[in-house]
């Protein structure tokens, strides 16, 4: 009899199994969180440097560094203002020196120096003419504008406040006391303008060159002063 023998059976073959895509890796999430952040914050600075006020630069500062000698100077004359708060015009002593010395073009660096060694000596007005100022103008040292160009004068030169007032009483009035002309101007832009060329005119007569030019393009005493009560200048 012939024998069926049964074949051994084919081995089963598992279905391959579909393996799940692995994990994105922890640190990976880390680095998208880190660039979101970092792109947010750049966001934030943009918009905190959009709004802030932009940084102006100290008036005179390109004349010269803090290191520099008229830098130094500059920077005493600006600190002797600071406590001045007398508003004429919209203006402190010191904007208006800031704006019409320091940061105008035609005045010089050695004419900034120059006067910053001008003494009272040099401005002082002589007894007879105070006497006649205060003859005119009683009230002269009171005014506003009178304290105001005291002030101007006195950061640039460092000569003290009250000496200064009681040797020119004349500084603030519009007008000059060797003439008819002389009174307290009774407007702010007149006091503004009058306080400004006794600045410049009173350093002119104490030797430094061309303070009235520079200031109102002219340097004639009269003829600036002319200019300057039109409410000309050069600053």
């Given at each position: 009899m012939t024998q069926i023998r049964n074949r051994p059976a084919a081995p089963s073959v598992a279905p391959a199994r579909t393996q799940a895509p692995a994990a994105q890796p922890a640190r990976a999430n880390q680095v998208t969180e880190a660039s979101r952040a970092d792109v947010l914050n750049r966001a934030e600075?943009?918009?905190?440097?959009?709004?802030?006020?932009?940084?102006?630069?100290?008036?005179?500062?390109?004349?010269?560094g803090a290191n520099t000698e008229v830098g130094r100077a500059i920077q005493t004359m600006r600190q002797r203002l600071s406590d001045v708060n007398i508003t004429i015009k919209g203006d402190t002593p010191q904007s208006l020196f800031d704006r019409a010395i320091l940061d105008n073009k035609h005045v010089t660096n050695e004419q900034i120096l120059a006067m910053s060694?001008?003494?009272?000596?040099?401005?002082?007005?002589?007894?007879?003419?105070?006497?006649?100022?205060?003859?005119?103008?009683?009230?002269?040292?009171?005014?506003?504008?009178?304290?105001?160009?005291?002030?101007?004068?006195?950061?640039?030169?460092?000569?003290?406040?009250?000496?200064?007032?009681?040797?020119?009483?004349?500084?603030?009035?519009?007008?000059?006391?060797?003439?008819?002309?002389?009174?307290?101007?009774?407007?702010?832009?007149?006091?503004?303008?009058?306080?400004?060329?006794?600045?410049?005119?009173?350093?002119?007569?104490?030797?430094?060159?061309?303070?009235?030019?520079?200031?109102?393009?002219?340097?004639?005493?009269?003829?600036?002063?002319?200019?300057?009560?039109?409410?000309?200048?050069?600053?």
């Open positions: 600075l943009a918009r905190t440097r959009a709004t802030m006020a932009p940084v102006q630069a100290t008036p005179g500062s390109w004349r010269g060694r001008v003494t009272l000596d040099q401005l002082a007005t002589d007894p007879k003419t105070r006497a006649k100022v205060l003859e005119r103008v009683p009230n002269a040292r009171e005014l506003p504008v009178h304290h105001f160009t005291v002030a101007m004068l006195s950061a640039v030169t460092g000569i003290d406040r009250a000496a200064l007032s009681e040797a020119c009483p004349d500084l603030g009035l519009t007008g000059a006391p060797n003439t008819p002309l002389l009174y307290a101007a009774k407007t702010e832009r007149m006091q503004r303008s009058t306080a400004l060329h006794d600045f410049t005119d009173y350093m002119r007569g104490a030797g430094v060159k061309g303070m009235n030019k520079a200031v109102w393009g002219v340097e004639n005493r009269i003829l600036s002063a002319a200019v300057s009560a039109l409410g000309g200048g050069r600053y």
